[in-house]
């Protein structure tokens, strides 16, 4: 559409308030308990933003203090709406989702990470989305288990 018919001050100040949105997954949303708390906290969160930004007077500041809010509202609405709460494992025989899975690499490192839901993950933080490659190795897998990921070859020596 020509910036000529709109109310923004430019097509940059248009593209900013035009925002595309977030891509859902086409996995299943499975979530632990504290991932679904997650996303309800940042769903109320960018709602809090997007009303804050509802009172800023200048039309064009107010569109682009908008767009993010309301495209994280509704990515995250659509998280929440279809998360699917899947409790923590009753058994660390095997690993599973939400398990804490600690493994040794080739190398000799040591690394641990739980598995967890797509929105929840954070490997830097500890966790892994249970649809990443090493998690799907993982699963279903016993300690002294070993899996080839990318060459290298992992050991399972505790689950949590």
Known sequence: M?????????????SETLLPDRP???????????????????????????????????????RRQSA????D??????????????ADPASTDTVAFGSTVTFKRDDGRVQKYRIVGEDEADPKAGSISFVSPVARLLMGKAVGD????????????AIA
């Open 73 to 86: 509202a509704r990515y995250l609405t659509e998280r929440v709406r279809t998360a699917q709460v899947i």
């Open 146 to 157: 070993e899996v080839d990921v990318s060459g290298q070859s992992l050991e399972i020596v």
């Open 24 to 62: 859902i997954s086409p996995h299943p949303n499975l979530v632990t308990e504290a991932g679904l708390k997650a996303l309800e906290a940042q769903l109320r969160e960018a709602r809090e933003a997007y009303d804050a930004a509802q009172k800023i007077e200048d039309v064009n500041e107010k």
């Open 2 to 14: 020509s910036v000529a018919f709109t109310k923004e001050d430019s097509a940059e100040t248009a």
């Open 68 to 71: 993010i809010p309301l495209r």
